[in-house]
């Protein structure tokens, strides 16, 4: 049975969804302040009969931008409803989407990633009602994107986008390092990043007098943040261990496989010399010229078009048995308030606006959940590489407390994990006993 959180306690997940994840954090979303622009009738100015309806989201990079101008498409095409836009940072998002429920007036659409939804429909928050009203049809949908909104056999969402891990690679530097394609396995990506790896003599990483104190060029970067640990979570998946669930009341998970994923990443950085330590942006550097291929989803796509660097993108690397890779959502979804038909129709209209014109929203390099919206990203540069990635993406659970079990920020199970893997070379098993622990803490409280 679903349990009832009593207001005070309700306050006080407020701070522990404070250190919510996305998917996404070197990620332009991750990013930022807030921003609750809207077109010439913001607020109820101006709005004359229209019925006003509040969206918040949590983007604060060129997403942000390109959803602020689909709110204002919406506004503009019609009289009927305005659509008051709010977004920024998840983390603040959440603590006053939690505020706002204990005073009454939460916004009629809340943006999240599926696995916050478990949390927030614990505590009775969210209104899957609403998503009955929209009449949504699986067959429009990918079964990754459709799947991420429901909890415990309930619907409580609307598919926005999909996304997943990819590799980034300058197309200038492979071809003087003659390569003609980007690596597809494990042993052709540790090849490929140690001759294109140089120290300030000019020296290769898989040359005889290769200097590891003195690169001017790197191989290969990652950002080493709790993105490490979605990096681990698709390589377990590789090797057909998939150890996080929704209902998990303890991690039950193959000890070397984990060891194998962990020792994976640890070689690329301290063994082979190939990942810049430390990193924080790997985009940054690439972008910078100091990096030949890169890590991270196609949030990154629009600052890459952005620059003068002849870039593609592929599928992450196979490193073990088979295809898979770390890959998130977003949703929409309802916050429980009592609206009327006007306002239940507004929140209907323009839902089901913004799904039929998804097309647009792939120029924000996320990937739209909508059949229709995919097919518009698959025009667009670099993308295909993500699109191929779904069939075989692995997802974060929606567990009643994924928001602690999976926080980005400090202290968080997943995030010490990750510097301990990349940051201070930790051994591999210790990691994999320490997060264990870590994880069962949280689980047993």
């Known amino acids: ?28 979303k991750n990013s930022g302040g807030g921003n609750g622009a809207s077109d010439n009738n913001a607020g109820g100015a101006g709005t004359g009969e229209k019925v006003r309806i509040d969206y918040w989201g949590g983007w604060t990079g060129a997403d942000l931008n390109t959803m602020q101008e689909l709110v204002n498409q919406f506004n503009r095409e019609q009289n009927e409803v305005h659509v008051e836009f709010t977004s920024m940072q998840w983390t603040p998002l959440f603590t006053k989407f939690l505020t706002e429920v204990r005073g009454g007036n939460p916004p009629e659409i809340l943006a999240m990633h599926p696995f916050e939804l478990g949390q927030f429909a614990e505590m009775n928050v969210l ?41 980034f690679y300058n197309k200038a530097m492979l071809e003087e390092a003659g390569f003609s394609a980007p690596p597809k396995t494990g042993e052709e990506l540790i090849a490929m990043a140690r001759k294109l790896t140089i120290d300030t003599n000019g020296k290769r990483a898989d040359e005889d007098g290769f200097d590891p104190n003195n690169i001017k060029q790197y191989g290969l970067s990652f950002n080493m943040n709790h993105h490490i640990f979605y990096q681990i979570l698709g390589l377990l ?41 430390g990193e924080k942006s ?18 990154q796509i629009p600052k890459l078009a952005g620059s003068d660097i002849e870039w593609g993108s592929a599928p992450y690397p196979q490193v073990f048995e088979q295809p898979a890779v770390w890959g998130a959502a977003e949703i929409l979804t309802f916050p429980k ?34 059949k229709a919206g995919m097919e518009v990203a698959k025009g667009l540069e670099g993308r295909d590489a993500f699109i191929q990635s779904l069939d075989y993406s692995v997802m974060l659970p929606a567990h009643p407390k994924s928001t602690q079990l999976f926080s980005s920020t400090a202290p968080s199970p997943i995030l010490t994990a990750a510097q301990d893997a990349v940051l201070n070379n930790k051994d591999a098993s210790a ?3 320490q997060l264990k622990k870590d994880m069962e803490a949280i689980l047993a409280d």
């Not at 790997?282 to 949030?299: H, I, K, R, T």
């Not at 306002?343 to 913004?354: D, E, N, R």
Request: proline share 4%; glycine share 8%.
């Open 1 to 28: 049975m679903r349990k009832k959180f009593g207001w005070l306690q309700t306050v006080a997940l407020a701070v522990i969804i404070s250190m919510i994840a996305v998917g996404c954090a070197s990620d332009p």
């Open 127 to 167: 209104d899957a009602r609403m998503v009955n009203e929209l009449n949504l049809n699986k067959d429009d949908y990918s079964d990754f994107a459709w799947e991420g909104t429901f909890y415990g056999g309930t619907q409580y969402g609307v598919p926005l986008d999909v996304h997943t891990h990819g590799l």
């Open 237 to 277: 998946a590789q090797q057909n261990e998939r150890p996080f669930t929704e209902d998990m009341t303890a991690i039950e998970m193959d000890e070397q496989k984990f060891v194998n994923a962990v020792k994976f990443l640890q070689d690329l950085v301290f063994k082979y010399n190939v990942v810049p330590k």
């Open 282 to 299: 790997a985009v940054d550097s690439f972008v910078g010229g100091n990096v030949a291929m890169f890590v991270d989803g196609p949030w």
């Open 337 to 370: 308030k009592d609206l009327d038909d006007k306002k239940k129709q507004a929140v209907v209209k323009f839902v089901t606006w913004l799904d039929q014109n998804s097309g647009g929203w792939a120029q924000s390099g996320q990937l739209p959940s909508s």
């Open 431 to 433: 990691i994999a006993a």
